[in-house]
């Protein structure tokens, strides 16, 4: 989507050693891998936008292409919501492409139109809304700076109910069945990365049983998601507001996953900090 992050994810990408092409028609996707494979190049990620949507009729054939190299493109799509990018699309002062004499934000609805079955098969689902360019930057590199093609990457994202639920989560858990720290006086001020907040979350009852669960559930899907040719899973662990028990929980589950034959990685997007 327009505003989603699309320039700070293939800058991301570029500084991860990708060779990035902006903006090219799908047609011509088998001749440019004709030519980066001559020059040795081994990961390309080609950029599509609103700006080469009436080509978009020709990703199937694209797709054919591909297969009969014996390559499956991965697709990953940049969203954010309506609010969001007409409010980043009017603070650069820039029109929407399909906005026409209408609004900024008629434009927005045409395009996810034009995009939503794109969406709908993406392996990878970023909804940029709650992060600034560096997280942006940062998920994209913990999805495709791998060397290893036989891995999963586990992306576990706390998050604050009241702020919105991630649309861009594979599972989502809500552990608002815990005690709220908040309302404990000293506890208030700090977040679930202090000692003492960590402590009093896992010290409730059914914290430990349900992180045995929700661990047991990561492991129990991983073979699955790897058969299928899925590489990435997105587990956002939601409280009220994003601070407490949330960030307690995805703190000790990413803790307890790693040193697996996962690569793990845990984002606090109401934090602000990974």
């Given at each position: 989507?327009?505003?989603?992050?699309?320039?700070?994810?293939?800058?991301?990408?570029?500084?991860?050693?990708?060779?990035?092409?902006?903006?090219?028609?799908?047609?011509?996707?088998?001749?440019?891998?004709?030519?980066?494979?001559?020059?040795?190049?081994?990961?390309?990620?080609?950029?599509?936008?609103?700006?080469?949507?009436?080509?978009?009729?020709?990703?199937?054939?694209?797709?054919?292409?591909?297969?009969?190299?014996?390559?499956?493109?991965?697709?990953?799509?940049?969203?954010?919501?309506?609010?969001?990018?007409?409010?980043?699309?009017?603070?650069?002062?820039r029109p929407h492409p399909l906005q026409g004499d209408g609004r900024l934000a008629d434009g927005v609805r045409v395009e996810r139109s034009l995009l939503a079955d794109l969406r709908s098969v993406a392996d990878v689902v970023v909804d940029t809304s709650g992060l600034n360019p560096h997280q942006t930057a940062s998920?994209?590199?913990?999805?495709?700076?791998?060397?290893?093609?036989?891995?999963?990457?586990?992306?576990?994202?706390?998050?604050?109910?009241?702020?919105?639920?991630?649309?861009?989560?594979?599972?989502?858990?809500?552990?608002?069945?815990?005690?709220?720290?908040?309302?404990?006086?000293?506890?208030?001020?700090?977040?679930?990365?202090?000692?003492?907040?960590?402590?009093?979350?896992?010290?409730?009852?059914?914290?430990?049983?349900?992180?045995?669960?929700?661990?047991?559930?990561?492991?129990?899907?991983?073979?699955?998601?790897?058969?299928?040719?899925?590489?990435?899973?997105?587990?956002?662990?939601?409280?009220?507001?994003?601070?407490?028990?949330?960030?307690?929980?995805?703190?000790?589950?990413?803790?307890?996953?790693?040193?697996?034959?996962?690569?793990?990685?845990?984002?606090?997007?109401d934090l602000g900090l990974e």
């Open positions: 989507m327009s505003g989603a992050g699309r320039s700070t994810a293939a800058h991301a990408l570029e500084d991860l050693g990708w060779y990035v092409v902006d903006n090219l028609p799908p047609a011509m996707l088998d001749d440019l891998c004709t030519q980066v494979e001559k020059a040795g190049v081994e990961r390309l990620a080609v950029v599509l936008d609103v700006r080469s949507w009436t080509l978009f009729e020709q990703l199937p054939t694209m797709y054919d292409d591909l297969e009969h190299r014996g390559l499956r493109p991965e697709v990953l799509f940049l969203d954010a919501t309506d609010e969001t990018i007409v409010k980043r699309q009017s603070s650069a002062r998920r994209v590199a913990h999805f495709f700076a791998s060397e290893r093609a036989e891995e999963l990457r586990v992306l576990l994202l706390s998050f604050g109910f009241k702020n919105g639920v991630p649309t861009d989560a594979d599972m989502v858990v809500d552990v608002r069945f815990l005690p709220n720290p908040h309302w404990v006086a000293e506890l208030r001020p700090q977040t679930g990365l202090e000692p003492e907040v960590r402590d009093y979350v896992l010290g409730q009852d059914g914290a430990g049983p349900f992180l045995d669960q929700l661990e047991g559930m990561v492991r129990l899907v991983e073979p699955g998601y790897l058969r299928e040719g899925k590489h990435h899973l997105t587990v956002a662990i939601g409280c009220t507001g994003g601070k407490h028990r949330s960030t307690a929980m995805a703190t000790e589950l990413g803790r307890r996953l790693s040193g697996s034959t996962m690569t793990v990685r845990v984002l606090h997007r």
